[in-house]
């Protein structure tokens, strides 16, 4: 999904760098600043995947903790047993 929707942001862009030229003539682009922007976003993408990553880890035991909190509220005492 996200790789459809960078192919149609790149597609947007070259058909309008194409389609009105005058307006993007005066467009630079510096390259020794791409690899920055390249390497800040390379890191942004990282730890994105990171964070789900640890959220998918750590989800199912939020969910079993939920249920023992439960259970323990619905014993009325621990000695009963």
Do not use: H, W
């Not at 597609?11 to 922007?37: D, G, M, T």
Request: proline share 4%; net charge positive.
């Amino acid at each position: 999904m996200i790789l459809i929707a960078l192919i149609l942001v790149i597609l947007s862009v070259a058909a309008s760098i194409s389609v009105y030229p005058e307006k993007f003539s005066n467009l630079k682009l510096s390259f020794p600043r791409l690899a920055q922007v390249c390497l800040s976003f390379g890191c942004y993408i990282f730890m994105r995947q990171c964070d789900g990553g640890s959220f998918i880890y750590i989800r199912p035991k939020m969910y079993l903790a939920d249920i023992y909190a439960k259970r323990s509220l619905a014993e009325t005492s621990v000695d009963a047993k």
